[in-house]
Structures are given as structure tokens and as C-alpha cells.
């Protein structure tokens, strides 16, 4: 059974930092591309940030560029989101995603690209 298990959410002000995990089981992660989607209340999902099987590659949002670095640790089995400078508008539900399909150095930024997803961690920051 897949588990994607995200951690590392909560309440921050304007400007601070939070550094989000999520931790797979029951996959190959090192065969996984992964994504970092987020949900704000009344907004549609969208993507947020992305990294390749080996690392190698990552892409994001024009609206987290420069703040945001997604990394991955195969060894254990988890993906990152470090989250500097946050803003109000960053808050939201934050998901991570596995695609087991993606080719190696690919990246996606359509969450239909992606079969597993976590249950969300909350990231609030007031300003």
C-alpha cells in the first residue's frame, strides 16, 4: 500500500521559513518523480514545485521561484520543500505527489501526471 506522508506544516509570520517532508512507503521512490502542490480555501489546486528521480532536475511555480527549494533523499525515502520568505498568499493545504511512470530527468507540473498523493499539511502565514 502506497502512504505519502506529509509533515513539517503550521503557523509562521510573513518572511519566516518552514521546511516541509513527506515520506513514501510502499513504492520505489528512487523510480518516482515527485510534486509539491498546494490548495488555498475557494482556489483550485496548483502546482508548486517539482524534482526528477535522481535529483538532477527540479522545477517551479513562477510564484515560489527564488524562495522555494524542493530536494529529495532516496535514501530515505522523502521529499522536501523548503519554504523561505513566505507570504500570506502561500498559505495553503500543501500536497506532495509521486508519478512512478516519469522518465528519468522528468519533471511535471500537471497533477495529472501523478497517481499517489498525500493527505495535506496545513501552512499558515500571517501577515
Known amino acids: 500500500q502506497v502512504q505519502l506522508v506529509e509533515s513539517g506544516g503550521g503557523l509562521v509570520q510573513a518572511g519566516g521559513s518552514l521546511r516541509l517532508s513527506c515520506a513514501a512507503s510502499g513504492l520505489t521512490f528512487s523510480s518516482c518523480s515527485m510534486g509539491w502542490f498546494r490548495q488555498a480555501p475557494g482556489k483550485e489546486r496548483e502546482f508548486v514545485a517539482a524534482i526528477s528521480r535522481g535529483g538532477g532536475s527540479t522545477y517551479y511555480a513562477d510564484s515560489v521561484k527564488g524562495r522555494f527549494t524542493i530536494s529529495r533523499d532516496n535514501a530515505k525515502n522523502t521529499v522536501y520543500l523548503r519554504m523561505n520568505s513566505l507570504k500570506p498568499e502561500d498559505t495553503a493545504v500543501y500536497y506532495c505527489?509521486?508519478?512512478?511512470?516519469?522518465?528519468?530527468?522528468?519533471?511535471?507540473?500537471?497533477?495529472?501526471?501523478?497517481?499517489?498523493w498525500g493527505q495535506g499539511t496545513q501552512v499558515t502565514v500571517s501577515s
Open positions: 505527489a509521486a508519478s512512478p511512470r516519469a522518465g528519468w530527468g522528468r519533471v511535471y507540473n500537471m497533477a495529472d501526471r501523478y497517481d499517489y
